[in-house]
């Protein structure tokens, strides 16, 4: 666990509504409904009373109140829906996720709003401007994160995802960096000014040398310092599962990890036990936990419009979230968090003026359209053999087989496909403005309810591991 975070030029977690930095107002009149709807969360219920020892937060990145949708449909029978987890959860909000430069978000900062309840620009990580109206290259500065706080009270800490361990999500929570693509340096100020007791994910190219297969070109092996620093090493699933004390660092891959859809095909752990194996790690420790957990290729497959992988990473997610949950309700004293960083793609269900959801077409899907892609040979001769195989496809069209052939990636050409067939729209390739979902269960839940901001989130959080209500903001 770090021992202090006593750095010069840093800004505490915020408590007040005026201390919020917000992105550059266009108009005084919108100023003030921002004003005003962080003046409504500030004067909302101050909780049910009991303050949490443990706080978990789930981020489904990308995942907007469609991709929820989606996966709930297609888990009902029928035209209808059948609960996830998520559904079931009782305090249930929706969150704001402008930037502080753009009202369009990316993951990093919107992490680093959940993180430290700053607004930041789009790609920087645990920094952020003093100044509310956003500027060109202005200033920024180190923000604590509710994980350093939760270190700083002897609490454990953990950090989990199926993308690498350094993109923006995690490293929101234990790394200050002016641009999310620093992902070696990230590497080293997660394991060496941190020592978060548990990482896992992908991402072990981000701890290697080139030359021995990773991505660092300092020539550091930071597998073997963090052995050095008393973590246990896993490298697959069985690994995951024999660790048992002391520090755990998973990692699963050299990059991301396989899509839900694939992971049969590798040696990869779920997120869901994953997420099993950080809480059993870090509830171990008497003062309590802070435990981050991504679904990260929510949006990944979101970003290419791949509609059956957006769905089953969706109930990946939910299946880890089902675990979270069902340690609260055995762990009185645990805060459940659940939300997104923002939507990604602009999913619909129902597409081209169309009325309906034919989701036999994602349930017959088997792998992903990235792996079915690479299934298409050369001269593009076998496409109508891949769909029928791995799409449960076997009346492919000669204009969809053309489709396919015509697209620069066979599996983009796969995915329009099977998009068009089972009626799932798309707007675009990245993110979108829309607000996103708000999940809470156990002590202070009830303060995440209605229409928040992001950094909301993060107030709750840094209240929760203190052990007490916040005061007025302090400079370091």
Do not use: C
Not at 203 to 215: D, M, R, T, V
């Amino acid at each position: 666990m770090r021992k202090s975070f006593k750095k010069a030029g840093v800004l505490a977690l915020v408590g007040t509504a005026a201390a919020v930095t917000y992105a550059a107002p266009p108009s005084e009149s919108w100023s003030n409904g921002v004003a005003e709807a962080k003046q409504l969360d500030d004067n909302r219920s101050k909780g049910n009373g009991k303050q949490p020892k443990n706080v978990i937060l789930l981020i489904g990145d990308g995942m907007g109140p469609t991709q929820v949708s989606a996966a709930s449909y297609l888990k009902g029978d029928g035209f209808g829906t059948e609960d996830l987890t998520m559904n079931t959860f009782k305090n249930i909000g929706f969150a704001r996720t402008f930037s502080h430069d753009n009202t369009v978000t990316d993951s990093a900062a919107a992490a680093t709003a959940f993180s430290s309840s700053h607004k930041t620009d789009n790609n920087v990580i645990g920094l952020a401007p003093e100044k509310e109206k956003h500027e060109e290259d202005e200033d920024h500065f180190e923000v604590a994160t509710v994980l350093e706080e939760a270190e700083d009270r002897g609490k454990a800490t953990g950090l989990v995802t199926t993308t690498r361990i350094t993109h923006a999500t995690p490293a929101a929570f234990a790394s200050h960096i002016d641009h999310r693509d620093k992902e070696n340096e990230i590497a080293v100020q997660m394991l060496k000014e941190h020592e978060v007791d548990v990482l896992l994910g992908g991402g072990k190219g981000q701890f290697l040398p080139k030359s021995e297969g990773g991505k660092r070109e300092d020539g550091l092996n930071l597998l073997k310092d963090a052995e050095k620093r008393g973590y246990t090493i896993a490298e697959d699933a069985k690994g995951l599962e024999k660790a048992k004390e002391g520090k755990l660092l998973g990692l699963f891959n050299t990059s991301h990890m396989n899509y839900e859809l694939d992971r049969d095909l590798t040696k990869e752990p779920s997120l869901a036990e994953m997420t099993e194996k950080a809480i059993d790690v870090v509830s171990k420790e008497k003062e309590g936990f802070f435990l981050m957990v991504e679904g990260g290729r929510i949006d990944h497959a979101a970003h290419v419009n791949y509609p059956a992988s957006t769905m089953r990473e969706t109930l990946a997610f939910d299946d880890a979230v089902k675990v979270a949950k069902e340690f609260a309700e055995r762990n009185k004293d645990t805060l459940v968090i659940v939300s997104a960083d923002h939507e990604t793609g602009g999913m619909s269900i129902g597409a081209g003026g169309t009325y309906g959801f034919n989701k036999d077409i994602i349930r017959n899907v088997t792998r992903s359209a990235e792996y079915m892609g690479k299934q298409v040979n050369k001269e593009k001769t076998n496409i109508p053999e891949v769909m029928e195989k791995f799409a449960g496809i076997k009346d492919l069209k000669e204009e969809e087989i053309k489709r396919i052939a015509d697209e620069k990636s066979a599996a983009d050409g796969i995915a329009k496909v099977i998009s068009n067939r089972a009626l799932i729209g798309w707007t675009t390739t990245g993110h979108t403005g829309v607000d996103v979902p708000v999940y809470a269960f156990g002590p202070q839940a009830d303060k995440l309810t209605g229409t928040i901001d992001n950094t909301k989130i993060a107030e709750v959080i840094s209240e929760a591991v203190k052990g007490k209500q916040q005061g007025k903001p302090v400079k370091k």
